[in-house]
């Protein structure tokens, strides 16, 4: 793994940073421009298409504020009523671009949009003093290539993080799911190849955009994100949260909680919950399985979709449906339910499963993805190869034989997810900054005497 880049060591935020801008003998950036055409951090995770990526963006931003580089978030304006900036955090502004109608434009119509996006944010730029944003970082391929187009005409370096890739996802869809599209693969192949540095969620990830994209491993940075460990904690324990939940105390609970597509497979922990209970009917009086989130992507064209399975499998009477929540409930849903179920048939890192780790809950996870990394099997969760949901069924049936291991695994998964926490993820993200605006330089450098 030394091929690559990485910021897995366990000094201070402020010492790692310090020592990487000492070692290059460069000074990190002071502003950056970070694009996210196509949701804003703004928006509440787990509708539309706001999800981790959203929560990714607020908080890597919050903290590199608070390592004094500055942060302005340029995002699609989805209201006439927005205001054109809104301050998110001291150090950091959300500007809002307008790009095509502010309503009803799906993400597989935004390529159309990305002229336009790109002309907002060079007039936003065209209003300070040259050399006002020393670096750009992108997120996401429609980002990504507004990104690669600004920061070729402000001549700065471009870091782009990817979140998930059009070739990965392809290779491990769910049933009646849709492929992405040709146009996709091609505009992350264009990015991989443009972008000074590639920060990948884990080694997993760096390898594939090695091979899948012929990314050059020595511009490969595997950063870990982070978790709120300030708001994701075990708190007053699982009997308070589901007191104010008004959840049973004795009650086995699985819960899902995200946005609600195939991709993301709630249907395996429905079809789990059927097979248990086909086996156990004893179980019925005692489960309760909460599926908070709503519907995205693909899973927009039938919304409806999963409440309809869970009648035709004859588990309507168990499962509970819950809109999303902000962030503060989201963590008393994570510290009531016995278990958390992540059956995705593709995630870059699964940020969820470590925030319902850090608020002492074990977590049930397919084996993909970033989520071996986030997950560690038999000690602070399940990892489950596959979406058979028979297996599923038997960890679940194991939990509700053995209510204390909820409990053991869940001090475990508290003590794991302490580790990652949002201040060693930015002075990671400071550091790469601080490599792509070095090697950026040597080569302009190195043009300029050619």
């Not at 908070?292 to 919304?303: M, Q």
Request: charged residues 20%; hydrophobic residues 45%; aromatic residues 6%.
């Amino acid at each position: 793994m030394s091929q690559y880049i990485s910021r897995l060591g366990r000094r201070s935020p402020a010492a790692a940073a310090r020592l990487g801008a000492m070692r290059i003998g460069h000074r990190r950036p002071r502003r950056v421009a970070m694009l996210s055409v196509h949701t804003s951090p703004l928006h509440q995770p787990g509708t539309g298409d706001a999800g981790g990526m959203n929560v990714y963006i607020v908080e890597l931003a919050q903290r590199l504020a608070a390592i004094d580089i500055e942060v302005e978030i340029f995002t699609r304006a989805t209201s006439a009523a927005l205001p054109p900036t809104v301050e998110l955090a001291p150090g950091v502004l959300v500007r809002h671009i307008d790009a095509g109608p502010y309503e009803g434009l799906a993400k597989e119509e935004l390529p159309a949009q990305l002229c336009a996006f790109t002309h907002g944010v060079m007039q936003a730029w065209a209003g300070h003093r040259p050399g006002h944003y020393d670096l750009v970082h992108s997120h996401y391929w429609l980002s990504g290539h507004v990104g690669w187009l600004a920061a070729q005409r402000w001549g700065v370096p471009l870091v782009h993080a990817m979140h998930t890739m059009a070739k990965v996802k392809n290779a491990n869809l769910a049933d009646g799911d849709t492929p992405e599209p040709a146009a996709r693969v091609i505009g992350e192949t264009q990015i991989v190849a443009a972008a000074d540095r590639l920060i990948a969620n884990t080694t997993e990830e760096a390898d594939e955009l090695v091979l899948h994209y012929r990314a050059d491993p020595g511009k490969v940075a595997v950063v870990h994100p982070g978790v709120n460990l300030s708001r994701f904690h075990p708190a007053d324990g699982r009997a308070a949260a589901r007191a104010r939940l008004g959840l049973p105390q004795d009650a086995l609970i699985p819960l899902f909680a995200g946005r609600i597509q195939p991709l993301k497979a709630p249907d395996v922990l429905l079809r789990a919950i059927s097979v248990l209970l086909a086996e156990r009917p004893e179980l019925r009086s005692r489960i309760v399985v909460p599926v908070v989130g709503g519907p995205s992507g693909s899973g927009l064209a039938k919304p409806e979709g999963l409440q309809k399975l869970a009648a035709r499998l004859g588990i309507a009477d168990v499962v509970r449906f819950r809109p999303p929540v902000g962030q503060e409930r989201l963590a008393d849903w994570f510290r009531a339910a016995s278990v958390l179920v992540m059956p995705s048939y593709s995630e870059s890192f699964g940020l969820v499963a470590i925030e319902a780790q850090a608020a002492g809950t074990p977590v049930l996870a397919s084996a993909v993805g970033g989520l071996p990394v986030a997950v560690r099997d038999g000690e602070t969760g399940f990892l489950v190869e596959g979406h058979d949901p028979v297996p599923y069924a038997r960890v679940l049936e194991r939990l509700a034989d053995d209510p204390a291991l909820t409990h053991r695994m869940g001090l475990a998964a508290a003590h794991h997810a302490r580790r990652f926490g949002w201040d060693t993820a930015a002075a990671g993200t400071a550091e790469v900054y601080t490599e792509a605006v070095h090697a950026h330089r040597r080569r302009a450098r190195a043009a300029h005497h050619g």
